[in-house]
């Protein structure tokens, strides 16, 4: 029998003659994941077991998510949405929500010391520490409730399609590519599924560059983890939970500018020995926090060996901090010698 020809008593649009059945009741299981927002999960979802449910008709949801041995698709798909989604999950007597550390990808080990890693942890929201146009990031207290164990962290969530989105994308994700032509399509078209996508694409970038440049030893935050589209970073700032100002911010006076020159060259050498550079690096994505200068905003990190326009990357951002520097009166500061400096630590 052709493999189609056993699907036929489930999608009463199946038949002989259409051996793309299989194909688009595909099509139409992926299409259902991303209207619930959970297509960075698709790994949970067994297609065969789909097409076992009877159709593209879902059974009645069952409440007992498999308690009784049961594992519905119901139960599946529950336990595929994160951990913020409140129908999901039980609200804590202390804070909005329980630690996510048991769940989504954990940054590099080992883990700092100051970070609460114990699973008896809620997290509460203390505030938002910044809006843009892609993401919006808050300040978060992880704590264990009844201890003096806690630690804060910076959720940095990225708009999903109902919101704007990247704006100047198409440069940055030059290079980037996902396993499925389907998935292509859709980013290119920006459909709902496809912007979906870019969202995912955006912070699992910033999350992958930053292990990997945390590992190397560069300046930029810790990252704690990824969920879906939350990226939680090391907060950089104070006790109270104050940021630490950005480069742009500082007066004349209050840092040795020449040191902190030296620190962003130190860095951007790490990015150019591992083949990257920032993609947009500019004196209002760099923090200043007790004399140390950190690097933040990665999602748009560009390889510059497998992006056409790596090189223009670059040139840019080494041309737009060093021109900073020397505008503050650092003789060392040259945007020709840095740009030079870069391209051959990463081998152009």
């Known amino acids: 029998m052709p493999k189609h020809d056993q699907f036929s008593d489930s999608f009463p649009w199946s038949s002989p003659s259409r051996p793309s059945t299989r194909r688009r009741a595909k099509r139409r299981f992926h299409d259902e994941l991303a209207d619930d927002a959970v297509w960075e999960s698709e790994r949970s979802y067994d297609f065969d077991d789909f097409l076992g449910t009877g159709g593209i008709e879902r059974p009645e949801p069952s409440h007992d998510d498999g308690v009784h041995g049961e594992d519905t698709w119901e139960a599946r798909r529950r ?71 806690s630690c804060l962290l910076a959720a940095k969530r990225y708009r999903d ?12 994700l030059e290079g980037r590519r996902v396993r499925r032509s389907r998935e292509t399509r859709a980013m290119a078209n920006r459909t709902s599924f ?55 911010q500082l007066r004349r006076g209050e840092t040795d500018l020449r040191q902190l020159w030296s620190q962003l060259v130190d ?39 497998t992006n056409p326009q790596g090189l223009r990357f670059l040139e840019r951002d080494a041309t737009v901090v060093a021109s900073w520097f020397a505008g503050k009166g650092v003789s ?17």
């Open 161 to 172: 399609s109902q919101h704007r989105m990247f704006h100047r994308d198409a440069g940055y």
């Open 267 to 305: 860095t951007l050498v790490v990015f150019a020995r591992a083949g990257l550079t920032h993609g947009d690096l500019s004196p209002y994505n760099i923090l200043v926090h007790n004399d140390r200068l950190v690097l933040i905003d990665l999602p748009q990190v560009v390889d510059v060996m």
């Open 332 to 348: 060392e500061a040259d945007p020709d010698a840095l740009t030079a400096l870069l391209r051959r630590e990463v081998g152009l």
């Open 79 to 149: 336990r595929g949405r994160r951990l913020t989604d409140p129908d999901d999950i039980d609200v804590p007597a202390e804070g909005d929500r329980w630690s996510t550390w048991d769940t989504g990808q954990r940054g590099p080990e080992p883990y700092p010391e100051w970070l609460v890693t114990e699973l008896a942890a809620v997290d509460t929201e203390r505030g938002v520490l910044k809006t843009g146009k892609e993401a919006d990031v808050f300040l978060i207290e992880r704590g264990v409730p009844g201890t003096d164990r």
């Open 194 to 248: 496809g912007r979906q996508l870019i969202a995912g694409q955006w912070a699992a970038a910033e999350f992958e560059a930053l292990c990997r440049l945390w590992e190397l030893g560069a300046s930029v935050p810790y990252p704690v983890q990824l969920v879906g589209t939350e990226v939680l970073l090391e907060f950089i700032g104070d006790a109270t939970g104050t940021a630490a100002p950005r480069l742009a």
